[in-house]
């Protein structure tokens, strides 16, 4: 079913926080309940690059990786409505961080390092988590990058214990008022 002019937004949805926190989830169900066009960024520079992430880090560098980020980000600020998973690094650089707000609102997605751990722990494919797949590892890690992220955040929401549906509709309840089911 099409979606309602009325949900439309005049501006993209830019979803941040740390692996794991549901950004994926979150932009899946988005594209999928409101046919908001959906930009999975690591997904999209890996296509775009012929190799997995963890191929990019190694052979390419992670600052490689960074620029084809904010590459990225100035690429979809010709967009609106469209919903943008980014990748967990995107708002440490200041230039990300600016390009996201030119056309959008940045949603920080929130969880607690064991809601994280139990979210990655059967993945591989998260370089920066090699050697620290722990609480301890994850919640350093997450300090080190909550005040980029809550600096970034237009609004915060936490994710725990919380179905996809339900953080969708507190996204729109706190950015425009709840869309009919």
Known sequence: MPMNEEYSLPYNLFLIGFMGSGKSSVAAYLHRKYEMPLFEMDETIAEREGMSIPELFETMGEEYFRAAETALLIELQSNQNT???????????ACNVEAMKRNGKVILLTASPETILTRVSGNDNRPLLKGRKNVAGIQA????????????ADLTIATDGKKVEEICREIFQRLQGTPAD
């Open 83 to 93: 919903v943008v998973s980014c990748g967990g690094g995107v708002p440490m650089r």
């Open 141 to 152: 890690l997450m300090e080190q990058r909550r005040p980029c992220y809550e600096a970034a």
